[in-house]
């Protein structure tokens, strides 16, 4: 199976192209003919399988159908995320998916000042990504109008309860127009998610995808304390005094990236970042560069790295820590393939404790802690993650962490540090 095969468009094929995407996931497979088709859907997958395509590129091409509107652009979809991180990532990729298109796309999300967003919206936007609170705001402010709505999303419903924006979405849903197609995605299905679907959908379609099990083999891990303000100084330590042969880093962010990439290279690694900004030709070169030598530290986000594929990678680093536990086992997996063994080493700061909470819980692991490093963040550490039930070893079970004794990867130098085998609170 395509995404050719999946009847996408010209323009969107060749920006995937672009990207690297080789074949659809699951969700995609399943999802994209029947949103061609214009029916509801009720999704029951988590970040990381390919949800944020599955939605976006139908409806880019559903919208490139009909002209956009003549002077004053209306919104014609409405994406509602429930953090600022997650909308600014939709609509990254949106900007990716539809690059090709004369569709305009925006975010607009609470914390910052408005005014950038506000202006965004009067210049016109076919498809708006948005957090509950600040839509609400804008709408109040007569600067948002959901009346052209065509299509609706709602991602991570069951994030959107625990949050409490219940009532934040049910009013913005009462402001839609009956007549359009509606998305609903939660990684769980619980009766309150199941009573909130019934008020948003119609007759929907129904896809549910399986986690997939969080396996990597031959993968051991670390993960070092740290600061957000003295991640650089962190990074350019462990390349200087550990054994790197390659590297792969991953940033939250494309502006992130450059920025590592060109303090990397000033501290004398040659270094190069890869993202969606850069054009194709660009992206290959640096890809090239990176397998035959030339460059051993590649800096990537994670929606640029799915079309990287290099063998006999020495190490992963999460310069930050992703905000979806399987988008961790996805990047880790990229060393350690077939007969060779790899080293996966995590930054934390204080904002990310919870996500290597998310982390543990789904690898049923704790990742071992470095603490002797030059630069190390004494705050608290994450609470141990309760062992899944049955009894059997998970380091065993799924050949994923550090050694028994606690000891850091095998970086071939420094391997008299220790690291700490029970992590503490978060």
């Known amino acids: 199976m395509t995404f050719k095969d999946l009847g ?21 497979e399943q999802a994209i ?10 999704g029951c997958a988590q970040t990381g399988t390919g949800k944020t395509a599955a939605f976006s590129l139908p409806i880019i091409q559903q919208l490139m159908q009909t002209p956009p509107h003549r002077g004053q652009r209306p919104v014609r979809a409405l994406i509602i995320a429930p953090t600022r991180e997650l909308a600014i990532q939709i609509d990254e990729s949106i900007g990716d998916y539809a690059k090709d298109t004369p569709l305009r796309h925006a975010v607009i999300f609470g914390g910052v000042k408005q005014n950038a967003q506000v202006n965004a919206i009067k210049r016109g936007v076919d498809i708006l990504t948005a957090t509950p609170g600040r839509l609400l705001d804008l709408m109040s402010q007569g600067f948002v109008s959901l009346d052209k709505v065509e299509v609706s999303v709602l991602d991570e419903a069951d994030h959107m309860l625990d949050m409490g924006f219940i009532h934040d979405i049910k009013r913005i849903v009462a402001r839609l127009p009956e007549d359009r197609q509606s998305l609903f995605f939660s990684a769980t ?209 799924s050949g994923q962490g550090g050694n028994k004794n606690g000891r850091r990867p095998n970086n071939r130098r420094n391997n008299s540090r220790r690291a700490k085998s029970s992590p503490s609170k978060a």
């Not at 010209?10 to 995609?28: E, F, S």
């Not at 003919?33 to 009720?42: F, M, R, S």
């Not at 530290?297 to 399987?326: C, F, K, M, Q």
Request: net charge positive.
């Open 189 to 397: 299905m619980s009766p309150e998610i199941m009573a909130l679907s019934k008020r948003i959908l119609g007759q929907p379609k129904r896809v549910t995808i399986n986690p997939e099990q969080p396996t990597a083999e031959r993968v051991e891990q670390a993960v070092y304390f740290v600061s957000k303000q003295e991640k650089r100084k962190l990074l350019a330590h462990l390349l200087d005094t550990e054994t790197v042969d390659s590297a792969l880093i991953f940033s939250r962010t494309k502006h992130g990236a450059d920025r590592i990439a060109r303090q990397l290279n000033k501290a004398g690694h040659k270094s190069a970042a890869i993202h969606g900004n850069k054009s194709q030709n660009a992206r290959q070169r640096v890809l090239d560069q990176f397998k035959n030598g030339e460059l051993n530290v590649l800096v990537a986000t994670d929606i640029a790295a799915r079309g990287i594929d290099v063998d006999e990678l020495s190490h992963v680093i999460n310069y930050d820590l992703p905000n979806v536990p399987e988008t961790y086992v996805h990047r880790i997996g990229r060393t350690g393939r077939a007969k060779a063994s790899g080293v996966a080493l995590s930054f934390c700061d204080g904002e990310e404790r919870a996500y290597l909470k998310d982390i543990q819980k789904l690898i049923g692991q704790r990742v071992p802690v470095i603490d002797e490093h030059p630069f190390p963040d004494d705050g608290s550490l994450p609470e141990p993650t309760p062992q899944p039930q049955g009894g059997q070893n998970n380091r065993n079970r």
């Open 33 to 42: 003919p029947i949103l061609l088709q214009g029916h509801d859907l009720l």
């Open 8 to 28: 996408l468009s010209a323009p969107i094929l060749k920006a995937l192209d672009r990207i690297g995407y080789q074949k659809p996931t699951p969700i995609q």
